[in-house]
């Protein structure tokens, strides 16, 4: 005799080897592009997505704009930036790059993209491995960032607290070729640390609480950046993107920003995923998009992109899928971006600002000559694999796909009904 499926869920062939449930409830998932293994135990669920409340303390008027070095009021504490988004009084966004810093605060930055101060890879990693020289031009805006006292100051500081002594005697040339005045691991920050008017801690602003407007201008600025990084360097192979959420998750500040590391090779996962394109070239259409409907574990569409509740993932995770195959990330129709940036925005309305998360954005890299759309991972880090992950290779993930489904069916109604998400999104 074998137990009900919860009511909601399909009944799923067992002989399906990447998301079956057992008759006690159990389901297990392989994730067909990683091979990741995973089981969600029944009436584990239903907990709330968040632990402990968060510290509740007054904000002090004084600290505005310097709660953490990413904020506006810090822009020092940060590398000389390479990319701000600024926004004029007519609502046009336009981008201003080479802003030196006697002009830092001429201009509001909606986003501002900057050299990751504690690189994941060097500038001599290029230079010892690959041969790389920095270009005549980028040489000549690194002394004109030198050349102003401002920005002379602004870096001799940043050095004074970051690097070893031996630049600051090294002379010019030397200070000009560390990565700090440029490199291939870029972070891009949002303008604010907490929502506006906050007058407690934990009112953080959080990518929910962009709108929708904002959120696509971040995810725009985002891909610029990834392709400016490609650009600028030959050997990179693959950019790889994402954004932590909370320390939970990786994160150093409670600031929105997203990170960007330019890498020379695609990594074993990657790697792995290639294989098993080039072994069945219908990987993507087989299980992305219509596996999801197949299994009925959509929860909203937009005409361009689609998001649903993923599987096979180590932690609970809502997917945005382009529905185009084809496209390097950058060259998306502005409907198409417009319609990945609405979706990716709602799904973090499920989460929202007090759940650390991180997003993983996956797309074909330009050296790649195989279809593969852009689709972003959206996980909740609510649980921490331990001992038996480590032993066995199966994760335990807490929530099974359809309860992220219902859950994330239930938010994104709940905010469209409020206004706060884009108008083109139907809810499944
Ligand atoms: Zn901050």
């Known amino acids: 005799m074998t137990a009900a499926p919860p009511a909601g869920a399909p009944d799923v062939p067992e002989a399906d080897d990447h998301l079956r449930r057992l008759p006690d409830g159990t389901v297990k998932q392989i994730n ?3 091979g990741t293994e995973v089981w969600t135990v029944p009436r584990r669920g239903n907990r709330p997505l968040t632990g402990a409340p968060a510290p509740h303390l007054r904000l002090d008027p004084a600290d505005a704009g310097r709660h ?8 020092l504490q940060t590398p000389p930036e390479k990319l701000r988004r600024v926004r004029d009084d007519d609502g046009t966004w336009r981008d201003l790059r080479g802003v030196t810093a006697s002009h830092l605060g001429d201009t509001i930055a909606e986003f501002r993209v900057i050299p990751n101060l504690f690189e994941i890879v060097s500038l001599d990693y290029w230079r010892h491995n690959h041969g790389f020289a920095l270009p005549e031009t980028e040489l000549e805006r690194r002394r004109a960032y030198l050349a102003d006292p401002a920005g002379r100051e602004h870096v001799l500081r940043l050095i004074g607290l970051h690097r070893p002594a031996d630049l600051l005697t090294g002379g010019d040339e030397a200070i000009i070729a560390d990565s700090l005045m440029g490199g291939f691991h870029d972070v891009i920050v949002a303008r604010r640390h907490h929502v506006d008017g906050a007058r407690c801690d934990d009112e953080l602003a959080s990518t929910s609480t962009l709108s929708v407007v904002e959120h696509e201008q971040f995810v725009d600025v985002t891909l610029q950046a990834m392709r400016d990084l490609f650009a600028a360097n030959p050997s ?3 950019v790889v993107a994402f954004q932590n959420w909370l320390r939970p998750a990786g994160a150093s500040f409670d600031h929105l920003h997203k990170q960007l590391v330019g890498i020379d090779e695609f990594g074993r996962w990657r790697n792995s995923e290639v294989e098993r394109l ?13 596996f999801a409907q197949s ?3 959509v929860v909203a569409t937009t005409e361009h992109a689609v998001a649903f509740a993923g599987f096979g993932h180590r932690y609970p995770t809502l997917e945005v899928w382009s529905r185009r195959g084809d496209a390097d990330p950058w060259n998306l129709q502005p409907q198409e971006l417009a319609d990945m940036s609405a979706l990716l925005h709602a799904c973090h309305e499920v989460s929202g600002p007090s759940v650390p998360c991180n997003e993983e954005w996956h797309y074909r890299p330009p050296t790649l000559d195989l279809p593969m759309p852009l689709r972003i991972c959206l996980k909740w880090r609510i649980s921490t694999p331990a001992g038996f992950e480590g032993g066995s290779r199966i994760y335990v993930n807490t929530i099974d796909p359809w309860g992220v489904r219902d859950r994330a069916r239930a938010a994104i109604a709940q905010a469209a009904e409020a206004g706060r998400i884009a108008p083109q999104i139907r809810v499944a």
Do not use: K, W
């Open 32 to 34: 067909p592009f990683t």
């Open 68 to 75: 953490c070095a990413f904020c506006s009021g810090n822009l």
């Open 236 to 238: 990179i192979r693959n």
């Open 278 to 290: 080039r072994a069945d070239p219908q990987l993507f259409t087989r299980f992305g998009i219509e």
């Open 295 to 297: 299994r009925d574990l």
